[in-house]
């Protein structure tokens, strides 16, 4: 235990003197990985601190994935990688592109400052549910996208709420979490809002909405503006090998259902813009080359990522509408 030292002289609190000689001690290599610390018991023993205060620091040490504990053994060396202001526990619903985007944008601005790991529940809340559990307390940060999953909640509230950040699909419970979301209903209003003019030369606009996973946001404001502009519309849950009818529009949320569209308008011979029209959500840079480009209304990941690690760095925990824009090409 002679790379524990606590003095009394020092202006630091003696929790932070123990995480700095446990720090110093791996630096030094004193400590290797898989070495037993000195029991809470033989501190509070030798410095006359209580359990309290080491209890605390080797806490921090494991949240900074340092450390592990093993119950009735102790706690052991995890990790020598300690150069890190914090240590960030992400968790996506899904990989795609545009997610892709987000990620590198937040890794971009978070630079060397911080240790992030990935983790995907892919909307099961059983797998959900494990993740959240088996690393409640080994990191610093919490990054949470929860999707529209039911029963994610309750489990959110098991980690520390200041370090939890809620990411892209916010719902009425976790309003009193830091996050930076999207406003589904909003954004697809005002896509299609301003798409209104090009929209008002074709016959009927079609939702494709699957509503497995997508928000239900998506839907009212879809419905919200056909009915505000008196627009012909409809929803539907797939797309096949449905046929299209000139001047159809269609407003597809899931990439397999865009790619189902075009091949289909290519069997009937029909011609993107002039005789059917697509709004694809969720920009991606495919999109822009894809039949001379596909018009999207999206969110601005990049900025989604930047601003999420402003909020890391920064402490904010406020709640931010990240922004969203029609991206006007040549499918409408």
């Known amino acids: ?24 001690s791996i630096a030094n290599q004193l400590l290797k990985k898989n070495d037993k610390l000195p029991s809470i018991n033989k501190i509070c023993l030798e410095f006359s601190v209580s359990r309290d205060t080491v209890l605390y620091a080797y806490e921090e040490l494991k949240k900074k994935g340092l450390v592990y504990a093993i119950l009735g053994k102790g706690y052991f060396v995890k990790s020598i990688d300690w150069d890190f202001q914090e240590r960030i526990f992400l968790l996506f619903d899904e990989l795609n592109a545009f997610k892709e985007n987000l990620y590198n944008s937040f890794m971009e601005a978070i630079s060397n400052k911080a240790k992030v790991d990935v983790f995907f529940h892919f909307f099961n809340i059983e797998v959900f549910r494990k993740l959240i559990e088996d690393n409640n307390g080994n990191y610093t940060k919490y990054i949470i996208m929860p999707s529209n999953i039911n029963g994610t909640t309750p489990l959110i509230k098991l980690l520390p709420k200041k370090e939890v950040f809620i990411l892209d699909q916010s719902n009425p419970e976790l309003k009193d979490y830091a996050s ?24 009927r606009l079609i939702l494709i909405f699957p509503g497995k996973k997508e928000p239900i946001g998506m839907v009212e404001g879809f419905l919200d503006f056909c009915e505000k502009y008196k627009l012909n519309h409809n929803i539907i849950s797939d797309f096949t090998n449905d046929e299209i009818k000139i001047g159809d529009v269609f407003v597809i949320i899931d990439d397999r259902h865009l790619v189902n569209v075009i091949l289909q308008s290519k069997k009937q011979k029909f011609k993107i813009k002039r005789d059917f029209g697509i709004i694809s959500y969720n920009e991606t840079p495919l999109k822009s080359v894809v039949e001379n480009g596909i018009t999207t209304i999206s969110t601005d990941f990049s900025l989604m990522g930047k601003t999420l690690a402003e909020m890391i760095f920064s402490a ?17």
Request: positive net charge; glycine residues 2%.
């Open 316 to 332: 904010n925990h406020s709640r931010i509408e990240n922004p969203s824009d029609l991206i006007m090409r040549n499918s409408l």
């Open 180 to 203: 930076i979301f999207q406003n589904f209903a909003k954004d697809m209003f005002n896509g299609l809002k301003k798409a209104k003019s090009n929209l008002e030369l074709y016959n």
């Open 1 to 24: 235990m002679k790379f524990i030292k606590i003095s009394e002289d020092s202006n630091l609190p003696k929790y932070q003197q123990i995480i700095n000689s446990v720090e110093k």
